[in-house]
Each structure stands twice: as structure tokens, then as C-alpha cells.
């Protein structure tokens, strides 16, 4: 059951711009949080916010500190505190395996997924442990690459187990300060992302198949969050795994 959001509680949704962002933003803004959206591209952060008046579009590069730094020094101004972090802003990666990857797509794909995401908890951890009262939560977005990855996702899965390694030191350090940290690990939630490895027309798969794969509602995915970001400070949500109905993840497909 997803706990009702405290009156003024302040969310900041990264790649809130479009897909799972995008949908968790609008549902937390209907749960009744402040939130900041930050995405690189203003207008669709604007198109995300649809003129609600607790909505803070901030363009930002989550692989540039600055603009990390921007972006909760706004929020502070704004509204003096930030209770949640929504670490989402991320890239599929090229399609590749490891000998044939280049060393640019390959730092290109972990300042996005790995990086920018240390940034931006960094950030929100400096905030939480400074305010009054003190402590907040952050919940990383995985995939379920970050338990088994797709053929030929070499970057963006090793990005996703790191991403796990993150989220489990980041609860370990902020214990004393009242700070958690969980990772949502999702599966074939129909976004723009799915398109480009096919899962509606027949996604690669480990024998060299190619197979169309179920989705389901990315509205689902941001209630999944939402419950996540609703718990009450004396429970922490280490983990949660959501997928589509019936895709080739559990067992041999």
C-alpha cells in the first residue's frame, strides 16, 4: 500500500524528460510532492510538467558537476530540503560486446549511467544530511540487467550491476543520518528506450533468436516507485523487481 505523500514533501526526478521519469514525475506530482524535474532537453521537461504549479523544470547534464550543483541549490532555494531522490537519467548504450565496444561509447555509457547517478546522490546526500529535519531517501533505478543482462549490452550492464553496488553503499553510509537507499530493478516497461532493441518486434536473445517480448504500462513501473518513496522513514525498500508479465527472464525463456 503506497503511504499518502506529506504535504510538501520535495521529489527530484532525473531524466524526467521522458519514459520512466517522466511517468514518475507526473504520478508524484499527483500524490502531492514538489517535484524538480531535470532532463537535458528543457522543453520536454516542460511538456512533463504541463504547467503544474509544484513542478521545477531544471535542465541539467548529470555528467557535468555543475550542473548537478545547479540543480540542488535550486531546489534548496525553492523549497529548503530534498526528501527523495529519483536517480533515472540513463542510456541503453551501444550494441556491442566487450571486444568490440570503443572506448568512447563505452565512457560515454558510465558517465551517463554510473557517474552521473554518483553525482546526483552525492548531492542529494549532502542536502539530507544538512537539513532539519535530517534524512531522506533515494531510490536508484536499476534494470534487470543489473541480474541478468541481454546479449551484446556489455556497457549498459555492467553500468546496472554497479548501479546495485551504489545503492547498497549509499544505504550502508547513511544509516547514522537517517538515509536509505533502494534500487528498482524493471523489465520491459513499454518506453521509447524498448523500441531500440526491439522488444515489440523481436528482441535479441541468448541463443540468437530474435523474439517479441511482453510489456506492460510504465504507469505501473512509476507506482512502483511511488510506493517506494512513500514508505514511512522506519522501513527501508532494498529492492524491487517488476517485469512484464510472462518475458523471457525467470529460468530458460
Known amino acids: 500500500m503506497t503511504v499518502p505523500a506529506t504535504p510538501g514533501r520535495v521529489a527530484v526526478v532525473t531524466g524526467a524528460g521522458s519514459g520512466i521519469g517522466r511517468a514518475v514525475a507526473r504520478q508524484m506530482l499527483a500524490d502531492g510532492y514538489r517535484v524538480a524535474l531535470a532532463g537535458r532537453r528543457e522543453q520536454l521537461l516542460l511538456e512533463t510538467a504541463d504547467g503544474h504549479p509544484e513542478a521545477l523544470a531544471m535542465p541539467c547534464d548529470v555528467t557535468v558537476p555543475d550542473d548537478v550543483e545547479r540543480l540542488f541549490a535550486s531546489v534548496l532555494r525553492r523549497w529548503g530540503r530534498v526528501d527523495v531522490l529519483f536517480n533515472n537519467a540513463g542510456v541503453f548504450g551501444p550494441a556491442a560486446s566487450v571486444d568490440e565496444i570503443s572506448l568512447a561509447d563505452w565512457e560515454a555509457t558510465v558517465a551517463v549511467n554510473l557517474t552521473g547517478s554518483v553525482l546526483c546522490a552525492g548531492a542529494a546526500v549532502r542536502a539530507m544530511k544538512s537539513q532539519s529535519p535530517q534524512g531522506g531517501r533515494i531510490i536508484n533505478n536499476g534494470s534487470i540487467s543489473a541480474h541478468s543482462p541481454r546479449p551484446r549490452t556489455v556497457a549498459y550492464a555492467v553500468t546496472k550491476h554497479a548501479m546495485t553496488g551504489l545503492t547498497k553503499s549509499i544505504e550502508l553510509d547513511g ?44 504507469e505501473d513501473a512509476a507506482r512502483a516507485v511511488l510506493m517506494m518513496a512513500g514508505m514511512p522513514p522506519s522501513a527501508s525498500v532494498g529492492s524491487v523487481v517488476i517485469t512484464a508479465a510472462g518475458m523471457p527472464f525467470i529460468g530458460r525463456g
Open 175 to 218: 544509516r547514522e543520518f537517517g538515509i536509505t537507499c533502494g534500487q528498482i530493478d524493471i523489465g520491459n516497461t513499454a518506453t521509447e528506450i524498448m523500441d531500440t532493441i526491439g522488444v515489440g518486434s523481436g528482441a535479441l536473445q541468448a541463443d540468437g533468436s530474435r523474439r517479441v517480448e511482453p510489456m506492460f504500462p510504465v
